[in-house]
């Protein structure tokens, strides 16, 4: 058993958490972090996908990109095709951004990752307390014995009991065939819904002959691992999608429309409301969420208490998520109508809107 203190801990060593930290660490940050990791090591268990226009860290990265994308109502109908012109779908790969963020923080002693930490008590601080000057009061404790405290926890666990208007749940398997079309993402293809709501699978051709097949729902209530792996392996025969092997699988569940305004001040990344409600992307969101909390962390004196420390909510995006409420309630109170909703956004929207209303920047022209 051991007990240690530093400036902040980040609970969870995921997207947000790595990311976070990876801002911090380009900042310059001089304060002491420690990231605490349930996982025993880092595996290939997941990929992000994004679109943008410009070059970036997360592009260079990047296993695939494309600038076309497609939907498909039903099994029969003609796909409706975008092309992005200036803009790219990018696919990250988690193995990929895992080494990079670690990499990135290997000479950085202000940073400390620790694996295999499994909490059981966390304690936060009064959000009324501001951070400079401020005592270590709040603690962590691990299933090893250890105690952790800290000025500041940033806790980026989904947490189990906040809900959420509707659920994405989706599970993939990657796959080698020859029935590849390496040019183009099938975004929503075999788009449908029941009562349950809207389903739908979606196609990454990552080489000529390796696919990530995904079958996705729009629910009401969460859909585990195990049921989501029987629909998504069910859809595969059912379009009669043929492969030789499965280099691995993944699964996630998304909260879609969480209530913002009971969202704890240390909540952060899924848990903070960084995905966009309407669509569950969220990696270049919370990319830009980690570089502006760093820019606070890292001022010579901070004097903002722990809630407005942590605050984020930019200026001018109440509409986007107004509207996104909106849809969202439009999908839950009519779910058999859901597929026909999705299709028509895409049909209706040209390429460029598309790409700026799925980058949070639609004009109210576009919509």
């Not at 695939?64 to 796909?79: A, C, H, I, V």
């Not at 990250?92 to 963020?101: Q, R």
């Not at 993944?250 to 305004?261: I, S, T, V």
């Not at 669509?279 to 722990?306: D, H, M, N």
Request: hydrophobic share 35%; proline share 4%.
């Amino acid at each position: 058993m051991r007990s240690t203190t530093s400036d902040i801990i980040i609970i969870g060593g995921g997207c947000s958490g790595l990311a976070l930290a990876y801002a911090l660490s380009k900042a310059s940050c001089s304060l002491s972090i420690r990231i605490l990791e349930s996982r025993s090591h880092y595996s290939n268990d997941r990929t992000w996908c994004f679109w943008t226009k410009s070059k970036n860290e997360w592009t260079e990265l990047a296993c695939q990109r494309w600038n076309k994308w497609s939907f498909q109502l039903g099994d029969e109908g003609k796909p409706v095709v975008h092309q992005g012109q200036d803009w790219f779908y990018y696919c990250l790969a988690a193995k990929d951004y895992y080494h990079f963020v670690q990499q990135s923080l290997l000479h950085n002693y202000h940073i400390k990752l620790e694996m295999n930490q499994t909490i059981t008590e966390v304690q936060y601080a009064d959000p009324e307390q501001p951070f400079s000057g401020a005592k270590p009061e709040a603690m962590v404790k691990t299933q090893a014995g250890d105690t952790y405290q800290a000025k500041l926890i940033i806790d980026t666990r989904q947490p189990i009991d906040r809900q959420s208007m509707l659920y994405q749940s989706f599970f993939g398997i990657e796959i080698k065939t020859n029935e590849a079309s390496p040019d183009i993402v099938s975004l929503m293809h075999n788009l449908r819904a029941d009562k349950d709501g809207v389903r739908f699978n979606y196609i990454l051709p990552l080489t000529p002959n390796r696919v990530l097949f995904e079958h996705t729902r729009f629910s009401q209530n969460p859909i585990d691992k195990q049921s989501m792996e029987a629909q998504c392996q069910d859809e595969m025969r059912r379009i009669k999608c043929q492969y030789k092997a499965i280099f691995r699988k993944e699964y996630g569940c998304l909260p879609m429309g969480m209530d913002q305004n009971n969202i704890p001040y240390y909540s952060a990344g899924t848990a903070g409301g960084a995905l966009r409600d309407a669509s569950g992307y969220g990696f270049l969101r919370i990319q830009s969420w980690a570089e502006r909390i760093a820019s606070k962390l890292s001022q010579p004196e901070i004097t903002l208490p722990l809630n407005q420390l942590m605050a984020d909510k930019p200026e001018g995006k109440e509409w986007i998520t107004w509207l996104d409420m909106l849809f969202l309630k439009t999908i839950k109170n009519n779910p058999s109508d859901s597929a026909s909703y999705f299709f028509r956004l895409a049909k209706n929207l040209n390429s460029q809107q598309f790409m700026r209303f799925m980058t949070d920047s639609p004009s109210k022209m576009d919509l």
